[in-house]
């Protein structure tokens, strides 16, 4: 099947035209159909495949061939969880109206709220924000949408982990035109929020699942490398980097702190590079985003920030400096590679302090991946050993473990204890010291 199959309106194929696709991803060419068809629709997807897409073409072609319900209301709402996904989206949806006389809004936290008052008061057929912004110009009265005909949430279930039940709540009563069409997306239909909510927003859905959220993408080669220390990791990511076919990359670490430390340590290495994190303002984190999507330098630094919104085809390299936590986000992040049908690699450090979440993340997409080592740096650690069951250890912090009760029938005297220090956290079995001399005093002790 064609895009062209579909059946959409010529002028918003003309458009589309410049991105260059011609055959639908799999979430695509079943969902279309359905939002175009007019029915509530309830769909998950894993990261990357396309769902942007899958909801922007059918909205737009119902603009360009619906009577408007109302002259002034905005006729699509596309709600999502963060500013990085939503200027993604908007993007996106700027490119494919561009040369109509159909208008859109950008309406997000953390920018100027009276510019964004303006930008309604010239009636957009097409707003897209954050849930908890568009609820304060709801409450404001600069916004109504009583004839919305197209209410669109994506990442549904990242709204709701963000605590922004409420607000969509509140979104969906403002927009309550009984001939409104909804469209759910969700990385999850498994969870018992995500199906209350949609249970409240959409009318007889239909339902379309492609994979799972703890599906690992096709296109994306994992590649699991176990370090010692910190040093180790330093000296890894410059090798990848320095014999990578690198086109652009991402290296995820766990703080704000790291992100311009690296950046820095991967400037010097003779890359040009970047830090990304919340420490930044928001003028400056758009600007960052907005340099890296268009090219202008190869490595971002960042945290979890960057794990969502970015669809950057060029991105052919992802690197978890850190193991993230928790394990979802390893979807996330390393699914910024392997966009747009190109092939990428995603490359994880393991430390011993990254065991844990590893085994996590290798928990949540119940798979077991096989270590990689490169020549000259090869790890002395070799994972943590698992827990013998019914073998009472200690716990990270180094306290002691606790030892069986000896039998002293029938004496009450206590015996002395060797000193145990326990390293199963650095993947060695526990050892005990020698045990010191008692002398009188020590036996008489009470």
Request: overall charge positive; charged content about 30%.
């Amino acid at each position: 099947m064609l895009f062209k199959d579909f059946g959409l309106d010529t002028r918003l194929m003309r458009s589309f035209e410049h991105f260059g696709y011609d055959v639908p991803t799999e979430i695509q060419e079943r969902a279309i159909p359905e939002v175009v068809a007019g029915r509530d629709l309830l769909a998950s997807s894993k990261t990357g495949s396309g769902k942007t897409f899958a909801y922007l073409l059918p909205a737009i072609n119902r603009v360009y061939q619906r009577r408007a319900l109302s002259r002034r209301d905005p006729r699509v709402i596309i709600l999502v969880p963060t500013r990085e996904l939503a200027k993604q989206v908007y993007g996106q949806l700027r490119t494919l109206l561009a040369g109509s006389r159909l208008t859109s809004a950008l309406i997000l936290g953390g920018e100027n709220f009276n510019d964004q008052h303006k930008a309604l008061q010239k009636d957009p057929h097409f707003v897209v924000g954050t849930p908890g912004r568009l609820t304060d110009h709801l409450e404001k009265r600069h916004l109504y949408l009583e004839g919305t005909e197209l209410l669109i949430l994506d990442e549904a279930d990242r709204m709701l982990d963000l605590g922004f039940a409420d607000s969509m709540r509140a979104i969906n009563k403002a927009a309550s035109h009984r001939q409104r069409q909804t469209i759910f997306f969700s990385a999850t239909l498994d969870n018992t929020d995500v199906s209350n909510i949609a249970e409240e927003l959409l009318r007889e859905p239909s339902r379309v699942a492609v994979g799972h959220g703890s599906d690992q993408h096709q296109d994306i080669a994992q590649h699991v490398l176990l370090s010692d220390h910190l040093d180790h990791k330093e000296a890894l990511l410059k090798h990848l980097l320095t014999h990578a076919d690198l086109k652009q990359g991402i290296v995820f670490t766990a703080t704000k702190q790291d992100t311009v430390r690296l950046s820095e340590m991967v400037s010097s290495w003779g890359f040009t590079s970047e830090a990304l994190s919340g420490d930044l303002g928001q003028s400056a984190r758009n600007q960052v985003m907005e340099n890296f999507s268009r090219g202008k330098f190869q490595v971002l630094v960042s945290t979890d920030i960057a794990s969502r919104g970015l669809d950057i085809a060029a991105v052919s390299h992802v690197i978890n400096f850190d193991v993230p936590n928790p394990a979802e986000e390893f979807v996330h992040r390393t699914g910024r590679t392997g966009r747009a049908g190109f092939k990428g690699d995603a490359y994880t450090f393991v430390g011993p302090k990254d065991w844990y979440n590893f085994k996590a993340v290798e928990e949540f997409l119940k798979t077991q991946f096989a270590t990689e080592q490169i020549e000259g740096l090869e790890p002395s650690f070799k994972g943590i050993k698992a827990k013998k069951a019914g073998v009472k250890t200690t716990d990270r912090k180094g306290q002691k473990a606790k030892s069986k009760k000896a039998d002293h029938r029938n004496t009450k005297r206590k015996s002395s204890k060797a000193v145990v220090h326990d390293n199963r956290q650095d993947g060695f079995e526990p050892f005990k010291l020698p045990k010191k001399k008692l002398n009188v005093s020590d036996n008489n002790d009470s």
